[in-house]
């Protein structure tokens, strides 16, 4: 949550190669530069962006897209794959998942006062947005994200995985301590002709920490 492409994708707008690809990163309203309006999150706000992404990427004129979506971002990746799929040519996913559970419900609530967040996670979003819109969009996150707890299965968008056509790389940080292992196997489950990649190091970051590994894995699979 509360991500950017300033803050959250350096080594993929960077490094990425601008020979086979246009690198676009985008910041969902509510998130980054794309203030105003603060941001909200009623029950379809994974639709919203979503439909947010494509919209934007019709406009600067793309005829079909490939998406990277990380956390909150692979949902809305899996969702725009699902409702879009004769503009999305291919996904690749990390630390996403389609429902909500009881643990999952304790690790946001671990994250919710982001007094206690580590220096380092806490700087850049600081920076960006001030502590006061940081520390109160990251509460109502949390507030958003368990409201899906709240419905059948705890879902978010488990009942579109089937309906994801386009060729899908899942990536997953074995030692990710935000998105349990449980998350990625469904996904690969659901998701027909889906691929897993482990990362045995990895954590909720892996695109960052590990970003050439990432990078080339990345490449490899868009070609």
């Known amino acids: 949550m509360l991500g950017s492409g300033e803050t959250d994708f350096g080594p993929q707008i960077k ?17 980054g530069h794309s203030r105003p309006p ?11 962006d979503a439909k947010d992404a494509v919209d934007l990427m019709k406009t600067l004129k793309f005829k079909k897209i490939s998406l990277l979506g990380w956390s909150d971002g692979g949902i809305t990746a899996l969702i725009a794959a699902a409702k879009y799929p004769s503009y999305i040519h291919k996904i690749v996913i990390w630390g996403a998942n389609a429902y909500v559970t009881e643990e999952d ?33 990251c509460e109502k996150w949390v507030d958003g994200i368990k409201q899906f707890k709240h419905l059948p299965d ?61 990078n080339k894995l990345v490449e490899d699979f868009l070609q």
């Open 105 to 137: 419900e304790m690790i946001y609530q671990g994250i919710r006062d982001v007094s206690k967040w580590s220096e380092k996670a806490k700087k850049p979003l600081e920076t960006l947005y001030g502590y006061d819109y940081f520390s109160k969009t």
């Open 154 to 214: 705890g879902n978010i968008c488990r009942h579109l995985l089937p309906l994801v056509q386009c060729p899908t790389l899942i990536v997953h940080g074995e030692k990710d301590p935000l998105v349990p292992r449980f998350h990625a196997d469904f996904i690969h489950q659901h998701v027909r002709g889906s691929r897993l990649h482990l990362m045995p190091e990895g954590k909720h970051n892996l695109h960052l920490r590990f970003a050439n590994e990432f």
């Open 38 to 48: 603060d941001r909200d999150f009623p029950g379809d706000f994974f639709e919203r």
């Open 15 to 31: 490094n990425l190669n601008k020979k086979l690809f246009t690198v676009v990163a985008w910041d969902p309203r509510g998130y």
